[in-house]
């Protein structure tokens, strides 16, 4: 059930700015994650972050590596919440700042799923690979090495690594590629044989790099070693492109179907995992339905906390226990990852 309020002010919890009555929506009725992190205690803690590096990877996606002390080992399909580390003058007394952002004002967090981890010294540093669209990622396009960020981390669930199938299928659509990239290398080191299709409007919005050297198909039907960080983690790729630019051409939805036409493999031996705009893991969910491929798809809901307590993120999800047959959870706290078959993609009411 859904009930509307209107927005009657804000205070600082220290997380977010978020509004004592939340956007336009109370939901009720969200369950525990099934799915869980391993470092779920360690959930919700925000870190000083200190940009490392940030990087053009193509005509709109940029990488950002932060360092940030004491940031436990994320797994694969968790992401961060970032923002501007707060500074201004100190009106309030204890309870700190006001955000004078140079931002345009006051922002809340921005989610983005973590792409790389690499422990160092005390602390470690978490890359994560963004495309600029808003304000947010305007902002972080802006950052420079040395920057401080506010991190809010590792939040979410796990991608399951299934252990009784021996391939897996990774189908990335644009800005989905992201947490593919952090879910090879747990693959890979779970002895997976792994293939990633990767679709993207154009070849330069494709965020990795191809090597040249690398024989890149032009269709669907071969996977190669042709995307640099795919490779160095152990995954062939397929690269499909709306508009033919680069490999294939075509969308996402239609590589996996031509691929698995020409590489079959035994359903449950198979484990596809998919992560891109709704309407395309819709597809491919309903690919694997049909077929009887176990699916994940990692939901990107838009979030306001990150942290359970606007409920903004909700996702309706199939319960038979319910009278109305389905009830919403959050993507934040319940996913950002969920069994293909669970998700009702449109409204259900
Ligand atoms: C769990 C999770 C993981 C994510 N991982 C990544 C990632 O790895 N890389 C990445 O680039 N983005 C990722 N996103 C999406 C990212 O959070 C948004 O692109 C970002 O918040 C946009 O902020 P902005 O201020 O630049 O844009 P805004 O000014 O807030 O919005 C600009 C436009 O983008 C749209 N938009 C905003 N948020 C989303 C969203 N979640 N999904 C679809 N459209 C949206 C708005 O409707 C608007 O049209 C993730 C989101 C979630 C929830
Ligand atoms: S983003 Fe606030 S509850 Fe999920």
């Known amino acids: 059930m859904a009930v509307s309020f209107a927005v009657a002010g804000f205070r600082d919890l220290g997380i977010a700015l978020v509004p004592e009555v939340i956007f336009t929506h109370l939901v009720y009725n969200t369950t525990p994650m099934t799915m869980n992190a391993k470092n779920e205690d360690s959930r919700c803690a925000i870190r000083r972050g200190e940009v490392v590096s940030n990087v053009s990877l193509c005509r709109e996606h940029l990488r950002l590596t932060i360092a940030v002390e004491g940031f436990p080992t ?73 920057d401080a960020v506010s991190v809010l981390g590792p939040q979410g669930n796990a991608f399951p690594i299934v252990s009784d199938a021996a391939n897996a299928l990774l189908v990335a659509g644009g800005v989905g590629l992201p947490p593919m990239l952090f879910l090879s290398e747990a693959l890979r080191d779970a002895g997976k044989t792994t293939v990633a299709l990767c679709g993207a409007q154009m070849g330069d919005l494709l965020a990795v790099t191809i090597d040249s050297t690398v024989r890149l198909s032009t269709t669907a039907r071969e996977a190669t070693a042709s995307a640099v960080e795919f490779a160095v983690r152990g995954a062939k790729v397929v690269v ?110």
């Not at 020409?262 to 491919?284: H, I, K, Q, S, W």
Request: proline share 4%; hydrophobic share 35%.
């Open 74 to 146: 994320p797994v694969a399909g968790q992401f961060v919440h970032l923002s501007p580390e707060r500074r201004g003058t100190c009106v309030d007394g204890e309870n700190g700042c006001c955000d004078s952002l140079d931002v345009g004002g006051a922002m809340l967090r921005r989610a983005f799923s973590i792409a790389g981890f690499r422990a160092v010294g005390r602390g470690a540093e978490i890359e994560v690979i963004y495309r600029v669209v808003g304000v947010g990622t305007r902002w972080m396009s802006s950052l420079r090495a040395g």
């Open 240 to 349: 499909s492109t709306d508009d033919g630019s680069l490999g294939f051409k075509g969308h996402v939805g239609q590589a996996l179907t031509e691929f698995c036409e020409a590489n079959p493999v035994a359903p449950d031996d198979l484990v596809v995992y998919t992560c891109g705009p709704e309407r395309m893991m819709e597809f491919v969910a309903q690919f694997c339905e049909s077929r009887g491929i176990r699916c994940y798809v990692c939901m990107e809901r838009a979030m306001a906390c990150g942290t359970g307590m606007c409920q903004s993120c909700v996702v309706p999800v199939r319960d038979e226990s319910d009278v109305q047959g389905w009830r919403y959870r959050l993507c934040c706290m319940d996913g950002p990852v969920f069994e293909a078959g669970e998700v009702l993609f449109s409204q259900p009411f």
